[in-house]
């Protein structure tokens, strides 16, 4: 069963700073476009970070970019969301998605459950 779930979600003050993973299992995520997204409540899901299967090149909503870095360990078959200088409008459910394809465009086949990310004094 092909399936992504994510980890490391939580509670953190405003400045700091969480690493989200996103773990694959039924296949080789390295072969595999993967993006991370969040919604937050009443808010419609929005795109965070991508990257490629092709080059593993990365793409950022412009809301997180210079905070939020994107990376794959192809061996733990695990993508990575490093979230630094956090804000309150950060949280949200984070979820990660995958599908076969090079590139971020377009649409995500495999969803996980996603994990809450909380910003807050």
């Known amino acids: 069963q092909l399936q992504v779930v994510e980890s490391g979600g939580g509670l953190v003050q405003p400045g700091g700073s969480l690493r989200l993973s996103c773990a694959a299992s039924g296949f080789t995520l390295g072969y595999y476009a993967i993006g991370w997204f969040r919604q937050a409540p009443g808010k419609e899901r929005e795109g965070v970070s991508c990257?490629?299967?092709?080059?593993?090149?990365?793409t950022y909503a412009d809301s997180v970019k210079g905070r939020f870095t994107i990376s794959r360990d192809n061996a733990k078959n695990t993508v990575y969301l490093q979230m630094n200088s956090l804000k309150p409008e950060d949280t949200a459910v984070y979820y990660c998605?995958?599908?076969?394809?090079?590139?971020?465009?377009?649409?995500?086949?495999?969803w996980g459950p996603g994990t809450q990310v909380t910003v807050s004094s």
């Open positions: 998605a995958a599908d076969r394809k090079n590139y971020c465009s377009g649409s995500y086949r495999y």
């Open positions: 990257i490629s299967s092709s080059d593993s090149s990365t």
